[in-house]
């Protein structure tokens, strides 16, 4: 069973940047492919970036290609989501998410395991 840790959430100003972490414990090579969503309140989980473990392949939303970041590091296990030029309406719980599908997706259906979420908010 593959547990995922997110960190590195927190209250900033806009225009500033926040570095997201994800830990992943208990995690085989068939686990392939990982991923950043957000939930923001009133509103739906939505896509934000995803990555190969092994390739390193990324794909992001288009509100936030340009600004984000997403990169892993195999020795940790971890996911980075590096978070630049922060907006109000970046402001949400952040999940990180991981499947066993060796393809980039945008569709939070297709993953396996979930973590628990960070708070970003971002004040204007």
């Known amino acids: 069973q593959v547990r995922l840790v997110e960190s590195g959430g927190g209250l900033v100003q806009a225009g500033e940047s926040l570095r997201l972490s994800c830990q992943a414990s208990g995690r085989s090579s068939s686990e392939t492919s990982a991923g950043w969503f957000r939930q923001a309140p009133g509103k739906e989980r939505e896509f934000v970036a995803a990555?190969?473990?092994?390739?390193?392949?990324?794909a992001y939303a288009d509100f936030v290609r340009g600004r984000f970041t997403i990169s892993r590091e195999d020795a940790k296990n971890t996911i980075y989501l590096q978070m630049n030029s922060l907006k109000s309406e970046d402001t949400a719980v952040y999940f990180c998410a991981a499947t066993r599908l060796n393809i980039l997706t945008t569709i939070g259906g297709w993953y396996d395991y979930w973590g628990q979420g960070t708070q970003v908010t971002v004040s204007s």
């Open positions: 990555i190969t473990w092994t390739a390193g392949r990324t």
